[in-house]
């Protein structure tokens, strides 16, 4: 049951940006007449890249604008919005100093551009804690494509059977899961049909290091009667 290590998702995982995600993208489609809700964002561009994000938004409503041009309003927003009010997911740094105590490496596997990452590492406090971090914009495709986690495994110099995925949606579980990683979906919606895919299910970052230590537990318990 060991792995070697766990593979963190950003958003949604490490730091709670969905609503910053959502109201950057509400705030620049407004200054175009454009009024969306959490909902739509939720249902349309969740997991995604920024470039689909933009893309997304400009087709379905026509806008006068590029896509790249769109892309450079929310980012713009969402870093000041993570810079200011960005706040650790619950149990991030307990899980963060757990699997590290295990002599497991840590990555991230984000549909974030570096610029987002560094916006969140800065304001959690997070560079030391990573051995890997790689983002999909360095990728032809996004999540749900495996590209990044396959990216990561070879930087790591692991087999993706050694690897252990932390994630929060469908889109990036199911990108896990096309490369073959044991996953971990931990979100307050885990009994959802939807994420019936992960390996497990968890509503937080706590219940995930407490199984995993069950597991441990066992594991030695099993090796010393042998």
């Known amino acids: 049951m060991y792995k070697k290590a766990v593979i963190f998702d950003m958003d949604g995982v490490l730091i709670d940006s969905e609503p910053l995600w959502q109201t950057a993208q509400m705030e620049s489609l407004v200054s175009f007449g454009v009024v969306i809700t959490p909902h739509d964002c939720e249902q349309m561009t969740m997991g995604k890249r920024i470039d689909e994000i933009a893309r997304t938004w400009c087709e379905a409503y026509t ?4 896509a790249q041009q769109l892309q450079t309003m929310i980012l713009t927003q969402l870093c000041h919005l993570i810079s200011t009010t960005g706040e650790a997911m619950p149990g991030v740094y307990e899980a963060l100093d757990y699997f590290a105590s295990q002599g ?14 560094k916006a969140v590492f800065d304001r959690l406090q997070l560079w030391n804690k990573f051995s890997v971090v790689c983002s999909a914009e360095d990728e032809v495709h996004g999540k749900p494509h ?16 050694e690897c252990l995925v932390i994630e929060d949606s469908f889109t990036d579980l199911t990108a896990a899961k096309r490369a073959n990683m044991t996953t971990y979906l931990v ?3 885990s009994e959802q049909s939807k994420f019936s895919i992960a390996d497990k299910r968890f509503v937080n970052l706590d219940c995930v290091v407490q199984s995993y230590e069950k597991l441990v537990s066992q594991s030695n318990l099993s090796d010393s009667l042998q």
Do not use: C, M
């Open 63 to 66: 806008l006068p604008v590029s």
């Open 104 to 117: 497991l490496k840590i990555a991230l596997a984000t549909s974030s551009n570096h610029v987002v990452i």
């Open 146 to 161: 495996p590209d990044v986690y396959l990216t990561v495994a070879g930087k790591l110099q692991l087999a993706v059977t």
């Open 187 to 189: 979100s307050p919606y």
